[in-house]
């Protein structure tokens, strides 16, 4: 069974930082690519970051500078350093994954950027 725990979310104050991280099991990040994605109150989920099983990296052009998706294989997690945070990136944030054409989500992680 695949499972995916976020966590490090939080309340920020604008230009601040936070590193969320995606905990797996049942599967290897290191093998599978592993998405983040954020959801704003009345938005639709929109991608945020990826990072593929050989190690490339992706970000939306939201994130682009600001934001940088890492993997640690030996404790099968994926993180989301998010630096000089908008109050526009207020959202939950997932992580993603997909194993045997399965998608998996993790229950999300609150950020807030707020003074």
């Known amino acids: 069974q695949v499972q995916l725990v976020e966590s490090g979310g939080g309340l920020v104050q604008p230009g601040g930082s936070l590193r969320l991280s995606c905990v797996a099991s049942?599967?290897?990040?290191?093998?599978?690519?592993v998405g983040w994605y954020r959801q704003a109150p009345g938005k639709e989920r929109e991608w945020v970051a990826t990072?593929?099983?050989?190690?490339?990296?992706g970000y939306a052009d939201s994130v682009q500078g600001r934001f940088r998706v890492s993997r640690d294989n030996a404790k099968n997690t994926v993180y989301l350093q998010m630096n000089s945070l908008k109050p526009e990136d207020t959202a939950v944030y997932f992580c993603?994954?997909?194993?045997?054409?399965?998608?998996?989500w993790g229950q999300g992680t609150q950020v807030t950027v707020s003074s």
């Open positions: 993603q994954t997909e194993v045997r054409r399965t998608k998996y």
């Open positions: 990072v593929v099983s050989g190690g490339a990296t």
């Open positions: 049942g599967t290897l990040v290191s093998t599978n690519f």
